[in-house]
């Protein structure tokens, strides 16, 4: 299962992540990706979550 989620603040929730020390979780930003800078999370159950923020 894939989600997308448009939002503000990218940089800081995966900094957020990064922090948590989550084995599974360490997520880069898409600088590239269709629909601004992408955060791909991925979850344990194979499920992924794309946060994107607009570029400016």
């Given at each position: 299962?894939?989600?997308h989620q448009q939002?503000?603040?990218v940089d800081t929730?995966?900094?957020e992540l990064i922090g948590k020390?989550?084995?599974y979780s360490?997520?880069?930003i898409h600088e590239d990706a269709p629909g601004g800078r992408t955060?791909?999370?991925p979850d344990?159950?194979?499920n992924r979550i794309r946060f994107s923020?607009?570029?400016d």
């Open positions: 299962m894939d989600g939002c503000k603040g929730f995966r900094a020390d989550h084995a360490k997520p880069g955060l791909q999370v344990p159950f194979g923020e607009a570029r």
